[in-house]
């Protein structure tokens, strides 16, 4: 399992560094290819319901060793297969017996986002679908503010968190977590015309650039890790960086665009939805 993991991963950090070559005269923004911090995804459930962590880890070992989870990623990072959609749900729905209840953040592409359909899609929708298909349930999906799905979660009103969530010892303590499904880490987006990370080859030569930074902005969806990593937190390890001017945002997409629009310097995201991000504002 472990050996199916790594070299799966291997496979997805090469498809993702070749989708960040942007070459195109007309790109407006860009991802400084360096990675800021080694992390890893999983699915959040209620503290205590280890019946539904060791369920789903068991499902999660099958679909790795079956090829599913391969093909479901596949459909995402190398636009292979025929993605499939989920109805997002508008009404409180009830969590029973007969439905899987799935808490998520839209949008976070490659993981979840909305479709032109109005249909939620993404792999770890694909995930939800699949493991509820396998247990004779129906699929309930919603899309909630991100720094509110673990308490959602926890309070019984769905039964897992999934949105590309990072697990680290602070959500640890409120929350129980699957195994890893998915190894990510923040990457910077500027704009593309900007040359101050030219030379930087390591994560400590990009932090050092943002430390000599004055009177700038930098941008990140609330409640992520890019939220830690530019403001600061002592749970997370991250110093922070006091020169700078942390702002939020409730979707990493309205970042992009601040900077974009000149409001903001950069933004600090997770690597493959910020790749995703940049692809769709190069266009």
Same mark, same amino acid.
């Given at each position: 399992?472990?050996?199916?993991?790594?070299?799966?991963?291997?496979?997805?950090?090469?498809?993702?560094?070749?989708?960040?070559?942007?070459?195109?005269?007309?790109?407006?923004?860009?991802?400084?290819?360096?990675?800021?911090?080694?992390?890893?995804?999983?699915?959040?459930?209620?503290?205590?319901?280890?019946?539904?962590?060791?369920?789903?880890?068991?499902?999660?070992?099958?679909?790795?060793?079956?090829?599913?989870?391969?093909?479901?990623?596949?459909?995402?990072?190398?636009?292979?297969?025929?993605?499939?959609?989920?109805?997002?749900?508008?009404?409180?729905?009830?969590?029973?017996?007969?439905?899987?209840?799935?808490?998520?953040?839209?949008?976070?592409?490659?993981?979840?986002?909305?479709?032109?359909?109005?249909?939620?899609?993404?792999?770890?929708?694909?995930?939800?679908?699949?493991?509820?298909?396998?247990?004779?349930?129906?699929?309930?999906?919603?899309?909630?503010?991100?720094?509110?799905?673990? @308490?959602?979660?926890? &309070? =019984?009103?769905? #039964?897992? +968190?999934?949105? /590309?969530?990072?697990?680290? $010892?602070?959500?640890?303590? *409120?929350?129980?977590?699957?195994?890893?499904?998915?190894?990510?880490?923040?990457?910077?987006?500027?704009?593309?015309?900007?040359?101050?990370?030219?030379?930087?080859?390591?994560?400590?030569?990009?932090?050092?650039?943002?430390?000599?930074?004055?009177?700038?902005?930098?941008?990140?969806?609330?409640?992520?890790?890019? @939220?830690?990593?530019? &403001? =600061?937190?002592? #749970?997370? +390890?991250?110093? /922070?960086?006091?020169?700078? $001017?942390?702002?939020?945002? *409730?979707?990493?997409?309205?970042?992009?665009?601040?900077?974009?629009?000149?409001?903001?310097?950069?933004?600090?995201?997770?690597?493959?939805?910020?790749?995703?991000?940049?692809?769709?504002?190069?266009?």
């Amino acid at each position: 399992m472990k050996k199916l993991f790594v070299c799966f991963v291997c496979v997805l950090a090469a498809v993702c560094i070749a989708s960040c070559d942007n070459t195109e005269t007309k790109d407006v923004v860009k991802v400084i290819d360096i990675k800021l911090t080694e992390e890893e995804y999983a699915f959040a459930v209620k503290k205590g319901n280890t019946e539904l962590v060791e369920d789903f880890n068991a499902f999660l070992t099958e679909i790795t060793e079956n090829g599913k989870f391969a093909e479901i990623v596949a459909k995402y990072f190398e636009n292979k297969g025929t993605k499939v959609g989920a109805e997002i749900s508008i009404d409180s729905v009830a969590n029973t017996d007969e439905n899987f209840v799935v808490a998520t953040n839209c949008p976070f592409e490659p993981f979840e986002y909305i479709g032109d359909d109005g249909k939620a899609y993404g792999i770890d929708l694909e995930i939800a679908a699949l493991y509820a298909e396998a247990k004779g349930l129906e699929l309930v999906v919603k899309n909630i503010a991100f720094d509110a799905i673990l @308490n959602d979660v926890n &309070a =019984g009103y769905s #039964d897992m +968190g999934m949105a /590309g969530m990072t697990v680290n $010892e602070d959500r640890l303590v *409120s929350n129980d977590f699957t195994t890893a499904y998915y190894q990510a880490s923040q990457k910077i987006i500027v704009a593309a015309d900007n040359t101050d990370f030219d030379e930087c080859k390591t994560a400590e030569d990009v932090e050092n650039v943002l430390k000599a930074l004055t009177g700038k902005k930098i941008g990140y969806q609330t409640g992520t890790t890019g @939220n830690w990593y530019v &403001a =600061g937190d002592a #749970d997370w +390890g991250f110093d /922070g960086f006091a020169n700078i $001017e942390a702002k939020g945002y *409730s979707t990493a997409q309205l970042a992009i665009q601040d900077l974009v629009n000149g409001q903001i310097y950069a933004v600090v995201v997770d690597e493959a939805p910020g790749a995703a991000m940049v692809e769709a504002f190069n266009k």
